[in-house]
Nanobody, 130 residues
Framework: VQLQASGGGLVQAGDSLRLSCAVS???????????VGWFRQAPGKEREFVAT????????YLSNSVRERFTISRDTAQNKVYLQMNDLKSEDTAVYYC?????????????????????WGQGTQVTVSS
């Protein structure tokens, strides 16, 4: 599985951004087990789970810190996953990574654990100025 993240940039507080993650590589039944997630890492902080979405059933999960402002979606025709970020705050400043997890286990502890995601994109910088 290969992932390519894009869409980051410098914005003002309150603005919106949409990040894209292009997914390539998987085919056929692999998609049944595929989750594509977004994680972020701010300077000096640990990597943090943001959101994840199932390629098959369109089930998704968002972290408590963003669920009122961010949405995650996927376009199976384009093989892309999007993270729509609204009402951005300075604390959203981070490098955002998309990652892929192949799993038959759809529990929160699995889906939010970055160490279980075996495939990572290169990251895209989001900077929110206040």
């Amino acid at each position: 599985v290969q992932l390519q993240a894009s869409g980051g940039g410098l914005v003002q507080a309150g603005d919106s951004l949409r990040l894209s993650c292009a997914v390539s590589g998987p085919s056929g039944r692999i998609f049944d087990w595929l989750y594509v997630g977004w994680f972020r890492q701010a300077p000096g902080k640990e990597r943090e789970f943001v959101a994840t979405i199932s390629w098959r059933a369109d089930s998704f999960y968002l972290s408590n810190s963003v669920r009122e402002r961010f949405t995650i979606s996927r376009d199976t025709a384009q093989n892309k996953v999007y993270l729509q970020m609204n009402d951005l705050k300075s604390e959203d400043t981070a490098v955002y990574y998309c990652a892929a997890l192949l799993t038959p286990t759809e529990t929160m502890d699995v889906l939010t654990d970055g160490q279980l995601y075996g495939y990572w994109g290169q990251g895209t910088q989001v900077t929110v100025s206040s």
